[in-house]
């Protein structure tokens, strides 16, 4: 949420509450006049009852002979007096009724110095509320309808001596319209003064939100560059760290493999050759012995294969490059290590391509690993297409199978020394094949799906120094 939002959702708050205080105080007020103008109306409607109750007893004694009797006499005499009586408010009323039948009869009616004689409501209806509470014998006080059908504050008191009713009210509006507009008015004002107050924070606070925001810019500026150079800096670390287990693990692996390599050449040398002996010299009718003279003599040739693994991975050999024609060494590769019977080989090689500035011995000996593998891949047979072309100045030789793939965890792993996943050998093949083409100025490429082939593409250099 950003700072001028949060300043917004401040000034909102402060409108609300100030609002909120506004409204609870203007209520306070207005309970308060309420109470008093009910106070006031029960006052005024108990005095006159019992002003007019005294005022009928008097006449009822010496009134008697008064036209129309004591009772017109009080009432002619209650009448006179509200004509010089002012009344309260813009709305205050004082009414005076009996009950004739089921209609409430008003017998005076003053509000503003006016008399006048409302015409008659029925007892069922429902306005008059204040006066049926009153000729019910009811004291107190009501907001409800009068016999206009406005709703009024009124105090109603029964008249006992006469048998009437006395109603105080005034209208529930007159009551509550000081209190409407002052919440108006002081809501305007809150609202105004807030408004004000508001504006002028923002014009002082503005250059402040601007530098924090700036800050904040930059501090998430450096956080992100930050992160960058931690993620950078973590990923040389583990580079650096692979490289120096790789480095080491290769170290280890050269001394052991010439010392291992030159300690077994030797014997196997002598096996062979007494294998080659024994073969000569025993009659042909031995065949167990032929059987496992054969067996000897096989596994005697893959452990020097093996020991010659480890005496090329583990010497360090100069590049003896000179110019020569890829499709050439490829011819050779497959000429020497023909396929089997259940694998097609297809060699699209380019004759048009410049000659490649090689050690044409180590090459050739990538491509024969390379190949073998590939056959090896494809043990229910297949087919493995060859091809050759010119791309962004290196020569590219493409060497792809139908086999069964690898998978993408040991894509990771393809190249290190001692892995593998053939059932025999020590996992040397890639890994030379990988070094000596790195040390003739390309590299080996991979791709491959599982259970889709493989493709091994060779990338090697067109130009290059004839004395390096």
Known sequence: MSERRRIFYMILIMVMVALAAAIVSIGVLYQ??????EARLVETAQSQARLIEAVARFDAEQSRDYPGGSWEATLSQVREAHENYEGFGETGEFTL?????????????????????????????ER????????????????????????????????????MGIVAKIDLAEVRQPFIWAGLIAGIIVVVLIVFAALGFLR??????????????????????????????????????ET???TEKLAFLGELAGGVGH?????LGVITNAVYYLESTQPVSAEKLEEYLGI?????????????????????????????????????????????ENINVAANLSQELPPSFIDAQQIKQVFTNLVTNAYQAMPQGGELIISTHVENGQIQLSIADTGMGISEDNMKKLFEPLFTTKARGIGLGLALSN???EANGGNILVESEEGKGATFIVSLPVQGDKHA
């Not at 308060?32 to 103008?37: L, T």
């Not at 008059?128 to 109603?156: N, Q, W």
């Not at 300690?263 to 014997?267: D, V």
């Not at 693994?309 to 023909?338: G, N, T, W």
């Open 32 to 37: 308060a006049a309420f109470d008093e103008q």
């Open 97 to 125: 009724a009996q009950l004739e039948g089921n209609m409430i009869v008003f017998l005076l009616n003053h509000r503003h110095r006016d008399l006048q004689d409302p015409d008659p409501v029925s007892f069922d209806s």
């Open 128 to 163: 008059a509320e204040p006066m049926r509470l009153a000729l019910s014998g009811f004291s107190g006080t009501v907001v409800g309808l009068d016999y206009r059908g406005e709703v009024v504050l009124a105090a109603h008191e029964p008249v006992a001596e006469l048998d």
């Open 204 to 241: 002082m606070s503005n250059p402040i939100i601007k530098r924090l925001e700036d800050s904040l810019e930059t501090l998430q500026t450096y956080s992100g560059r930050l992160e960058e150079m931690v993620e950078d800096r973590t990923k040389e670390l583990e580079e650096a760290h």
């Open 244 to 246: 120096m287990i790789r």
């Open 263 to 267: 300690e077994l050449r030797n014997p």
């Open 296 to 340: 000897i003599a096989s596994e005697a040739l893959g452990a020097s294969r093996i020991v010659g693994e480890l005496l090329d991975y583990a010497r360090v050999q100069q590049s003896q490059r000179e110019f020569i024609a890829i499709s050439e060494l490829v011819s050779d590769v497959l000429e020497k290590s023909p396929p089997p």
């Open 435 to 437: 070094r000596l083409v």
